[in-house]
C-alpha cells in the first residue's frame, strides 16, 4: 500500500514561511487528487489546498495568497509552500491522496 509521510514542520515566527512535504511511497499520479488538511487545537479538521492531476489547484480563503501547493512528480511529492504565517496558521499539518489516504501529520506552530 502506498504510504504519506510529511515532514517540514516545527516552529516559525509570525510573518515567516515553511516548506511542508508529503513523500508518497509510490506514484502520486495514482491518485486524483492530492491535498492538505489542519487541525488547530479544539478545532476542526478542514482543507487547506488540493491539487488535481491535471494541476488545478484550489486554496481555503484564509490562506489563499499565501500559501501554494504544488507537485514534484519525479520525487513523487506534494508540498506545501506557506509564506507570511500567522498564529492562527498553529495546527497540525496532514497530507492526503483522495481523502482516503492520509500521513500522519506534522505539527507547524507560529509564535514568537
Known amino acids: 500500500q502506498v504510504q504519506l509521510v510529511e515532514s517540514g514542520g516545527g516552529l516559525v515566527q509570525p510573518g515567516g514561511s515553511l516548506r511542508l512535504s508529503c513523500e508518497a511511497s509510490?506514484?502520486?499520479?495514482?491518485?486524483?487528487?492530492m491535498g492538505w488538511y489542519r487541525q488547530a487545537p479544539g478545532k476542526q479538521r478542514e482543507l487547506i489546498a488540493g491539487?488535481?492531476?491535471?494541476?488545478?489547484?484550489k486554496y481555503a480563503d484564509s490562506v489563499k495568497g499565501r500559501i501554494t501547493i504544488f507537485t514534484d512528480h519525479a520525487k513523487n511529492t506534494v508540498y506545501l509552500q506557506m509564506n507570511s504565517l500567522k498564529p492562527e496558521d498553529t495546527a497540525d499539518y496532514y497530507c492526503?491522496?483522495?481523502?482516503?489516504?492520509w500521513g500522519q501529520g506534522t505539527q507547524v506552530t507560529v509564535s514568537t
Open positions: 492526503t491522496a483522495d481523502r482516503s489516504l
Open positions: 491539487i488535481i492531476s491535471g494541476g488545478n489547484t
Open positions: 509510490g506514484s502520486i499520479f495514482s491518485f486524483y487528487t
